[in-house]
């Protein structure tokens, strides 16, 4: 059968395919021209970016941490450079494996695991933490040879801070340490130009100075753009911007004052603090016991830190800033201003001290050894009578009190530039109903304001608030917030900028006043509580010593049952200023459980105003027996004060000149500065604390 086919329905048929065939050709063309368009001119500054970035890689550089010197500049803190062999674990798929490999080619000890599983931890994310630090160089050649077999782990060469003198100034001093997750917490709140400036930094300051001067120290951090291939490798540098160095602290102190302060402490516990009334400078300030900061820079192992932290001792607090102790009779003074300032009670006033003082029908009483009889306000103070101040603290109150002492810096901060200073109390009627909850306990009662008169009750201060107030007090009221600092320099620029201590508006004292006052503590060392041990001094001083309670008394229990507890005796505090005619220091110091102020406090002092006001350095016995309350004025030959090394300065020779090594290859080196001599007197001078210390019994104070 023949099938006649139609040749003009065929041909319509197939050129319409063919139509289809094209257009969705042209269709597809059309997709892709428009995805090119889109790719090389809308999203071409975005493409050309990710491109640059794959290509280009952004490094920064952590800039080498600013200097801390003394006044004469010492360095106090430093940094050196070493090699540290790190782990990124994100790129190591067996970690425990890797290390115990590690470990047979560099010694691993079980402290650093410890540490770096805690670092693992605290880091959260995949940055290269160190697994060891501060590597020889034999242990660096004998990684780098078998290298290939460990990736992810990788030798880094990286600045570390020094304290060269070790425990010397420490609480003072501060330390650095790695950032914690907190502390990167707190930086979202950060401007992003400081949140850029942190980029690649590690650790921060945590206590002290290397904490409240943190933005100073640090520096600006560089940057290099480097070329790498596709494997990452580093090809050439594009260009690269280099770290600013942090700038230099120059503080106030004398470090070998604080040295000497430290070593007249011993092993007993206690705060000083010795500051320039003119000023506000502070030349020492000393906390006992002290710990090594060393310890902390790359991560302190479990074992110091619960050394450290379980102490009965408590190295850790800073019992200068942050330990609270009654002031005992060092109160006194104060007392007898507010009276001449309020008309209370005037400095000729007399009244008969029989060595017991009833009020309520409770007996308070006298420390032993008083003498009974009639005294007026410079006789109270300079034989420290307890009888007269109970009954000046009833004529006044608590609150006229509490009005009359604040202004000297009691119960409030100093404002030193140091962060978590406590305020101590200064009690009043509103501060008893803001501090307690039940009724009962919020009112305040008579019988309470008598032992504040002594420096006891609920009274309880620091030694920076001490040291603050008998600076005022020697200045006639010239009042000055404390300071650490007193210039910042800029290494880069060889400028230094003077950190000048705040002037805070004068108190309202009456010459006449003041000068009941001073003289009257001035003849505590002539003929009071401190006559022996300022006996043969070269310079005429001002002081009052104090005997604080430690511990309260139970009914029917008397104040030599407790003794035999170490811990339970009376605290030894001193405060002082000196020339007494025209003051350049002011000084205060506890040291706790100690014993009358004469026996302890008040020798530590001596020995300090003549280092500062005589340039003499106490001999090896004198100091021997400082340390353990056993003389009062100086035995043995002084010896000159430049003549006299500061502890392991040997030591830290080679680390400063590495820090000064480091800081010149990234800006030029500073000038040194000569040094000056020991403040002498025509120049300006350059346990168990707790932060509420226990409420103690009316009872004796001396």
């Not at 302190?300 to 009965?312: H, P, T, V």
């Not at 032993?368 to 109970?390: C, E, H, P, Q, W």
């Not at 009359?404 to 109903?433: A, C």
């Amino acid at each position: 059968m023949t099938v006649i086919k139609n040749l003009q329905a065929e041909l319509s048929r197939f050129r319409l395919r063919l139509f289809a065939a094209a257009a969705f050709v042209l269709f597809c063309f059309g997709l892709l021209v428009a995805r090119l368009v889109y790719l090389q001119i809308t999203q071409h500054d975005t493409l050309l970016e990710r491109a640059e970035t794959n290509r280009v890689s952004v490094v920064p550089i952590v800039p080498n941490r600013g200097l801390i010197v003394d006044r004469n500049g010492v360095v106090l803190a430093s940094n050196y450079s070493a090699y540290t062999l790190e782990i990124t674990p994100s790129k190591v798929p067996d970690l425990e494996r890797t290390i115990d490999a590690l470990s047979a080619v560099i010694e691993i000890q079980p402290r650093d695991r410890r540490r770096f599983k805690r670092l693992m931890e605290e880091s959260k994310n995949f940055e290269s933490l160190p697994i060891r630090t501060k590597l020889t160089d034999t242990e660096v050649a004998r990684f780098a040879a078998q290298r290939f077999r460990f990736p992810g782990v990788d030798i880094k060469a990286r600045l570390f801070r020094s304290y060269p003198l070790g425990d010397i100034g420490a609480h003072m001093l501060g330390y650095i340490g790695r950032i914690n997750q907190a502390e990167k917490k707190a930086m979202d709140d950060w401007s992003e130009e400081d949140v850029a400036n942190y980029r690649g930094t590690e650790y921060i300051g945590k206590l002290g100075l290397e904490q409240a001067y943190e933005r100073e120290l640090h520096g600006q951090t560089g940057f290099e753009e480097m070329e790498t291939s596709a494997g990452g490798r580093a090809v050439r540098r594009l260009r690269n911007r280099p770290p600013t160095p942090g700038n230099t602290l120059h503080l106030s102190v004398d470090i070998k004052l604080q040295a000497l302060v430290e070593r007249l402490f011993g092993d007993r516990r206690g705060a000083l603090v010795a500051m320039d009334p003119r000023n506000g400078e502070v030349l020492a300030f000393v906390s006992k016991p002290s710990f090594d900061p060393n310890l902390f820079v790359d991560g302190i192992d479990a074992d110091s830190w619960r050394d450290l932290n379980e102490d009965i001792d408590k190295p850790l607090l800073n019992r200068a800033l942050r330990g609270t102790y009654p002031p005992g009779s060092t109160f006194k003074p104060y007392m007898a201003m507010a009276a001449l300032n309020t008309g209370k009670r005037a400095a000729n006033v007399v009244i008969q001290d029989n060595l017991n003082y009833s009020f309520g029908g409770r007996v308070f009483g006298s420390a032993t050894g008083d003498r009974a009889g009639a005294k007026d306000m410079r006789l109270a103070i300079v034989t420290s009578s307890n009888v007269y101040f109970y009954s000046l603290a009833n004529e006044m109150g608590v609150d006229m009190i509490h009005d009359q002492l604040e202004p000297f810096g009691f119960g409030r901060k100093t404002e030193i530039d140091l962060q978590g200073e406590v305020t101590g109390i200064l009690p009043s009627t509103e501060w008893k109903r803001r501090a307690y909850k039940r009724p009962e306990q919020q009112k305040w009662y008579a019988g309470e304001t008598i032992s504040l008169g002594i420096g006891q009750g609920y009274n309880n201060f620091t030694m920076l608030q001490l040291a603050t107030a008998m600076s005022t007090l020697s200045s006639g009221g010239e009042r000055y917030r404390p300071r650490l600092v007193r210039e910042i320099e800029d290494v880069v620029k060889h400028a230094q900028r003077r950190v000048a201590s705040d002037a805070l508006a004068p108190l309202a004292l009456r010459k006449a006043d003041v000068d009941v006052i001073r003289n009257a503590m001035h003849d505590v060392t002539l003929e009071g509580t401190s006559r022996a041990v300022f006996a043969g001094a070269q310079y005429q001083s001002a002081g009052k010593t104090g005997t604080a309670q430690a511990v309260g008394l139970r009914a029917g229990q008397t104040y030599s049952s407790i003794k035999a507890d170490e811990r339970k005796r009376d605290h030894s505090l001193y405060i002082s200023f000196a020339p007494y005619q025209a003051p350049t220091i002011a000084v205060a110091l506890i040291v706790e459980n100690a014993g009358f102020g004469s026996e302890s406090a008040a020798p530590i002092a001596r020995r300090v105003y003549d280092y500062v006001l005589t340039g003499t350095y106490p001999s090896e016995e004198d100091i021997a027996k400082v340390r353990v309350g056993q003389v009062g004025a100086p035995i043995g030959t002084p010896r000159r004060v430049e003549d006299i090394p500061l502890p392991n300065a040997a030591a830290s020779a080679p680390e400063a000149a590495s820090s000064a090594a480091s800081a010149s290859a990234s800006a030029p080196a500073a000038s040194p500065k000569p040094p000056t001599s020991p403040m002498p007197a025509t120049a300006a001078p350059r346990s168990a604390a707790s932060a509420t210390a226990p409420r103690p019994t009316p009872g004796a104070s001396r």
